[in-house]
């Protein structure tokens, strides 16, 4: 293999690995927004319930914020791993709000 091969090869390979991460990336925060929106509509009819469906309730939001700070922690790790250091812009579209009582 003549080194122009080699570096079209090896060129080529890093487009697919630059792909992958952004792809993951994506899913990611995929995921996290799905989970954040998913804690908002419960936390809108938490209210609106009581007794047994409101602690029913407030155990799947719990399991959906545990949840959606475990893929907040996962897209700040894949970020890290490609060398972004700044997290604001996670914090501004991702954030996670507290817990409901």
Same mark, same amino acid.
Request: no cysteine.
């Given at each position: 293999?003549?080194?122009?091969?080699?570096?079209?090869?090896? /060129?080529?390979?890093?487009?697919?690995?630059?792909?992958?991460m952004a792809a993951s %990336?994506?899913? !990611?925060?995929?995921?996290?927004?799905? %989970?954040?929106?998913?804690?908002?509509?419960?936390?809108?009819?938490?209210?609106? %319930? /009581?007794? !047994?469906?409101?602690?029913?309730?407030?155990?799947?939001?719990?399991?959906?914020?545990?949840?959606?700070?475990?893929?907040?922690?996962?897209?700040?790790v894949q970020r890290e791993?490609?060398? %972004?250091?700044?997290?604001?812009? !996670?914090?501004?579209?991702?954030?996670?709000?507290?817990?409901? /009582?």
């Amino acid at each position: 293999m003549n080194a122009r091969a080699r570096d079209q090869a090896l /060129s080529s390979i890093e487009s697919e690995i630059r792909a992958e991460m952004a792809a993951s %990336l994506g899913r !990611v925060g995929s995921r996290l927004k799905t %989970l954040l929106s998913a804690m908002a509509e419960l936390a809108a009819s938490i209210p609106l %319930l /009581s007794g !047994v469906s409101h602690q029913q309730a407030l155990i799947r939001y719990r399991k959906l914020r545990d949840e959606a700070r475990l893929y907040r922690w996962y897209l700040i790790v894949q970020r890290e791993a490609i060398g %972004l250091r700044n997290h604001a812009e !996670v914090d501004r579209f991702y954030p996670i709000p507290s817990n409901l /009582s």
